[in-house]
């Protein structure tokens, strides 16, 4: 019993990492109606610039903040210069282009801060967390934090003028148009929020798996498994999601024998087509209802 | 206006005085002179490089069948590559079997394969069916890997193979053995596959893509139709993975991972979705095109790479395929 709680909450801690990530995966979602694939090595990218800006001397928590704006302008910048020329381009060709952003970023990332390992500090501090040795400091933090944004986010789509605007816009670009929405602008605004959030999973990760150019290769995969899992148009069920994941993702790892370390990955993926053969827009998803 | 009766006929498009039909006879006969020429002037690593690209223009247009004909969405094709190729080594190194026999067998085993993916896939639609066919790219490399196959797969390992010569005593290298056979295979599938669009299947298959529910209203068993597809898909993508195992002589699990898998993808759109000769951009571009990027700069290849992938979307944001639609509405005008 001892060794399944045990088992659960580190699955609940590294779950938070997967929540993280799966709720910037919904958000840009929720925005643009697209999975953006370079969603992980945006916010790998912007966890160097964090990193780089400690290493100058910030403070963590001004390097925190800064790192957030610079990465909602990036984003902003992005969806303005790279994806605005092509938003009549068919969907594949947006993937395409998703794909050409994600190996522009490794790549930069390794050009300009070299491929090796480095350590980045935590806020929270690395002790167990009030004095249990069931969870330590750092991973009760990053759950209050992705809680903390769940929150937030919940907040500024549903009681906000500018979140009811970007919903709208996302659900039916025409009708929000002719209601006066600027919807290009909606859509970079979400690719902003996205990238902020992403930068804020992607601090809060780097304590854990360490800083590099490939760190969210897998990480975003999770993420998006999370995302699926949970539903892509429910932030909620998203974050809900990427906890289950964690959780299912140990357990199997500890209680099935052939498993093991290296299948991990093989066993939460094959769950999440389980999952949406039976639900096939996640378990708190919406339908998706379409007249004929 | 008046109906003049003459003008009832269908205007025929033209260019220099030469159909539209008749210009695509000379293209195909002017790139099969090409493809039975390259052999014998080119040096042996190019011939090679030409074989693996024409090896990746089969696994794209299995991808293009599905995704561009049936409207499914895969970014999972490597896993198909990857157990065609593993057919095709297993067969000869453990089994003792002659390579040729080695594609049938692939062929077959990745059909059935796929078809079995399909029904599951059946319930997903959109971006939810790219995750589930990412789950199995990811999954396949660490399945092959696993203690439990290892006797088999070689573990991390892979597995080596000899590379076959020329029979017959043909006077050819194996390089050059190996183009001919893969040329010889590329065309007997490329024939098969237009004539499966061309078909009342190949109208079925499009009809499903553009209006599904039409077309179960039509009498088309969507099911069925869509799990084949899967099925042949993955057939083709396991041919290309068998004569890409014996291209190169080698197999291991890193080779299949889902890197391969975008860069199918990538052709896909790069050549044009639902075109045929598209794919054979596609399969030159995934071949060539990362290599030109790390001759521009070592360090940053992957962003070269990249930023060559967004020119080419701006340029032709419907592939290759498309921008050459656009040039032939251009020029072609009505002759009488």
């Not at chain 2, 293209?27 to 090409?34: I, Q, S, Y």
């Not at chain 2, 095109?289 to 992938?309: C, D, F, M, Q, R």
Request: glycine share 10%; net charge positive.
């Amino acid at each position: 019993m001892e060794l399944f709680l045990h088992q659960v909450l580190a699955g609940l801690a590294t779950g938070g990492i997967y929540a993280c990530m799966a709720l910037a995966v919904v958000m840009i979602y929720q925005a643009i109606d697209h999975l953006n694939f370079a969603q992980g090595e945006m916010a790998m990218f912007s966890t160097f610039i964090a990193w780089q800006l400690i290493q100058w001397g910030f403070p963590y928590w001004l390097a925190f903040g800064a790192t957030i704006v610079i990465s909602f302008a990036a984003g902003v910048l992005i969806e303005r210069v790279v994806l605005r020329p092509i938003h009549d381009a068919p969907v594949l060709s947006h993937v395409v282009a998703f794909i050409a952003l994600l190996s522009i970023f490794n790549s930069g990332a390794g050009f300009l801060w070299d491929w090796t390992i480095k350590n980045f500090a935590s806020p929270f501090g690395a002790g167990p967390f009030l004095g249990q040795n069931l969870i330590n400091k750092h991973d009760a933090g990053m759950i209050a934090v992705t809680i903390l944004l769940l929150v937030f986010l919940y907040l500024f789509f549903r009681h906000t003028r500018i979140g009811l605007a970007m919903r709208a816009a996302a659900a039916n670009p025409e009708s929000a148009r002719l209601a006066g929405i600027r919807v290009g602008w909606m859509t970079a605004l979400g690719w902003g929020m996205a990238a902020a959030i992403g930068s804020v999973a992607g601090m809060l990760i780097a304590p854990v798996v360490f800083l590099e150019p490939n760190m969210m290769l897998s990480i975003l995969l999770y993420g998006f498994a999370g995302a699926v899992v949970g539903g892509l148009t429910s932030p909620g069920g998203a974050v809900l999601g990427g906890f289950a994941v964690g959780v299912i993702e140990n357990l199997a790892g500890t209680y099935i024998p052939v498993v093991g370390r290296e299948m991990k990955l093989s066993i939460a993926l094959c769950i999440i087509v389980a999952v949406l053969c039976v639900k096939p827009s996640g378990l708190f998803g919406r339908p998706v209802v379409t007249r004929v | 206006m008046l109906l003049r009766p003459e003008t009832r006929e269908p205007p025929v498009y033209a260019v220099g005085g030469i159909t539209l039909a008749q210009w695509r006879l000379i293209l195909l006969g002017a790139g099969l002179l090409v493809v039975a020429v390259i052999p014998f002037v080119l040096k042996n690593f190019y011939i090679f490089q030409i074989t693996l690209a024409i090896i990746y223009a089969i696994a794209i247009l299995g991808l293009n069948l599905l995704t561009g004909f049936n409207g499914q969405f895969s970014l999972g094709h490597s896993a198909f590559y990857a157990i065609g190729a593993y057919t095709a080594a297993i067969m000869m190194e453990n089994l003792g079997i002659n390579y040729v026999w080695t594609i049938p067998a692939a062929a077959a085993v990745c059909f059935v394969f796929g078809f079995l993916f399909g029904l599951p896939a059946l319930r997903l639609e959109g971006i939810y069916l790219a995750l589930a066919t990412f789950a199995l790219a990811i999954a396949i490399p660490q399945a092959l890997k696993s203690t439990v196959v290892e006797h088999w797969t070689g573990g991390v390992q892979g597995i080596v193979i000899i590379k076959p010569d020329a029979p017959f005593g043909l006077p050819l290298n194996s390089d050059q053995w190996l183009y001919v056979l893969t040329v010889v295979v590329a065309l007997i599938m490329y024939v098969c596959a237009v004539n499966l669009v061309n078909s009342r299947t190949g109208r079925a298959l499009i009809a499903i893509r553009d209006h599904p529910v039409a077309a179960s209203a039509m009498g088309i068993n969507v099911s069925l139709y869509k799990s084949l597809t899967f099925g042949v898909s993955a057939l083709y993508t396991g041919v290309a993975g068998a004569l890409g195992a014996i291209a190169i002589a080698f197999v291991a699990p890193d080779s299949f991972t889902f890197v391969l898998a975008v860069a199918l993808f990538v052709g896909l759109v790069v050549g044009g979705v639902a075109s045929i000769p598209g794919t054979l951009v596609g399969g030159l571009f995934v071949l060539f095109v990362p290599n030109i990027a790390e001759s521009v700069s070592k360090g940053l290849a992957g962003a070269v790479y990249g930023v060559i992938l967004l020119l080419v979307i701006y340029l032709m944001p419907t592939g290759f395929a498309g921008l050459m639609r656009l040039i032939t509405a251009k020029l072609m005008r009505p002759s009488r």
